[in-house]
């Protein structure tokens, strides 16, 4: 741990969100979870004619998927957010790397999305050149 930077360790030590995040998701996205959620289900469902299947029957069901549903989908976003960013941060590596590439394409998930369709016309105008020397060198 003593090779990692500072600022790495002070942020992991100080992202609680961020660990329980990662440990939910990594449980949470798991078979058991998965069969947990679907023993519950068959419970529910089979006292459904112990309760008549009332309105409080349904709505226990409905409220209790509404609530995991809406907790979920900040823990997702996060794992998510968290990936993409790991993700970027190791082009950026390969990109400063690589002495042919062009350290200007370092960052770019920041630029405006004006920008960035700039840039993607940029890199189809190269690939329609790429695609047209092709077929000149294939009817050759």
């Not at 998701?25 to 679907?38: D, H, P, R, T, Y």
């Not at 968290?82 to 630029?111: C, F, P, S, T, Y």
Request: with cysteine; net charge negative.
């Amino acid at each position: 741990m003593k090779d990692v930077p500072l600022e790495i360790r002070t942020h992991s030590a100080n992202d609680w969100f961020g660990s329980f995040a990662a440990s939910s998701s990594g449980w949470l996205g798991s078979k058991w979870a998965f069969a947990g959620a679907g023993l519950v289900i068959v419970i529910w469902a089979t006292t459904g004619p112990l309760f008549h299947f009332s309105d409080t029957w349904q709505l226990v069901i409905n409220t209790g998927t509404t609530i995991v549903t809406f907790l979920m989908v900040f823990l997702i976003q996060n794992t998510q957010n968290r990936d993409a960013r790991a993700i970027n941060l190791k082009l950026d590596e390969l990109i400063r790397a690589l002495d042919k590439a062009r350290d200007q394409m370092i960052d770019i998930e920041n630029l405006s999305d004006l920008e960035l369709d700039e840039l993607q016309l940029r890199y189809e105008k190269i690939r329609a050149a790429c695609d047209e020397r092709q077929k000149k060198e294939s009817s050759k």
